[in-house]
């Protein structure tokens, strides 16, 4: 299927358990064999997957813990976040305001420190993943942004968006989203 260029026959085979990182007879992964025949959207989706079992382990309290880090609600609105291919900040924003339950600053705590704890684990794994980890930092780092517009702002994450935005005077540049 990556071969075909079907990105949701793709998604669905990751989403049952597809390993990604299975090499074939000549030594490529699925992701090397849809690029050398140009599927570049099957691409994209299997280097986005992440498996919501990664994510549910945060929903469980972790050795000491009495709590787990993660509440079992958020585990679904930051999955979508986390697998999403359009990774512009508006888009992230608009995701995080879409969903009552992650628009919350106690809520986008916790899940920019599960996204903390991931990007660490990538880090530190055998195989490093720095894609993922850099994916995990820079969504991290949004959803903080968004905790200040919350917490600081009248107009909360619609003037978070608008920040991100507006352009420069003189050319339409979007400073902010390169202060980011």
């Excluded at 793709?10 to 000549?26: I, P, Q, R, Y």
């Excluded at 609105?77 to 697998?83: E, N, R």
Aim: glycine share 4%; hydrophobic share 40%.
């Amino acid at each position: 299927p990556p071969n075909s260029g079907n990105k949701e026959i793709t998604w669905m085979m990751l989403e049952a358990g597809a390993e990604t990182d299975v090499v074939n007879s000549v030594g490529r992964t699925a992701a090397q064999m849809a690029a050398f025949v140009g599927q570049h959207d099957c691409v994209t989706v299997i280097n986005n997957f992440f498996p919501r079992e990664r994510l549910d382990y945060y929903t469980k309290p972790q050795g000491l813990d009495k709590e787990p880090k993660l509440p079992v609600k958020l585990a679904g609105p930051l999955h979508k976040i986390i697998t999403t291919t359009n990774m512009h900040p508006v888009k992230i924003v608009l995701l995080v305001k879409e969903n009552p339950l992650l628009a919350e600053v106690e809520a986008l705590q916790k899940c920019y420190r599960v996204l903390d704890l991931i990007c660490e684990k990538c880090m530190k794994q055998k195989d490093m993943n720095e894609v993922l980890a850099m994916k995990m930092h820079y969504i991290s780092c949004i959803l903080q942004k968004c905790i200040t517009f919350l917490k600081e702002r009248e107009d909360k994450l619609d003037g978070f968006i608008k920040s991100l935005l507006k352009g420069r005077d003189k050319d339409g540049f979007p400073v902010y989203q390169e202060k980011l």
